[in-house]
């Protein structure tokens, strides 16, 4: 696997928290749970967290970080178990995340800021830089045709890094954020070499076969 496919929660280790979790999304489908519900669920419950940063509560805000981040990995596999998947329904969950980003970042830069950390707070604000860079450069990429879902540290790492650290112990969210600022900057760089790699790859044999590559792209509606 080259370095753009590593990541620093391996995908196995994913697919397994996933696999736990199935008994969950069949109940949640059993008692006819709306996908769309559980992501605004997610949103609400990371400003909860969000205020318990500001009120300097930081392991209360690292609960309830990793409580709506359990919502935001769910609701997708809600979603397809349901037979409820729709493109809104993506729409709604890609935007919802980006909230979801900004208010655990706002709640921690203030935490921060409010227990006179002036240098963690400006981490926090390049982590949050180097998160919408990394949502921005996969959006943009999958716009063009380019496939650019590669990094190592991507949504899910974000979340349990933030909110583990911030259980443990301000220092240790300090760090958090730290690896935060570094690593996702990098995997928007990662992103951007990923794509370039591809639009620098040789040209298809035959106009035939480029317009018939660029008919998804034209479709997407977006």
């Known amino acids: 696997m ?13 697919r397994a928290f996933l696999g736990a979790l199935a008994p969950l999304v069949r109940l ?23 205020a ?8 209360a805000g690292g609960l309830l970080v990793l409580l709506g981040g359990l919502c935001d ?7 397809r178990h349901a037979g409820r998947a729709t493109r809104f329904g993506a729409l709604l969950d890609s935007s919802v995340d980006r909230y979801s980003e900004f208010l ?7 935490f921060f800021f409010l227990s006179r950390d002036t240098l963690s707070a400006a981490a926090t604000f390049l982590a949050l830089c180097g998160s919408f860079m ?3 450069t996969r959006a943009r990429a999958e716009s063009l045709g380019l496939a650019a879902k590669v990094g190592v540290m991507q949504r899910p790492e974000r979340i349990v890094f933030l909110g583990v650290g911030a259980l443990i112990h301000p220092v240790a969210l300090s760090v958090a954020v730290w690896l935060v600022a570094v690593f996702a900057n990098i995997t928007a760089l990662q992103r951007l070499r990923f794509a370039f790699r591809q639009d620098s790859a040789p040209a298809e044999s035959s106009d035939e076969q480029r317009e018939i590559k660029t008919v998804p792209f034209s479709n997407r509606g977006c």
Do not use: C, H, W
Not at 35 to 46: K, Q, Y
Not at 104 to 110: K, N
């Open 2 to 14: 080259n370095a753009a496919g590593r990541r620093l929660i391996p995908e196995r280790l994913q």
């Open 28 to 50: 949640l489908t059993r008692r006819g749970v709306s996908p769309n519900l559980l992501t605004l669920a997610g949103v609400l419950i990371t400003g909860f967290a969000a």
């Open 52 to 59: 318990a940063f500001l009120l300097q509560l930081p392991r």
């Open 73 to 79: 990995a769910i609701d997708g596999s809600l979603a």
């Open 104 to 110: 655990m970042l706002f709640g921690i830069g203030g």
């Open 134 to 136: 990394v949502s921005y």
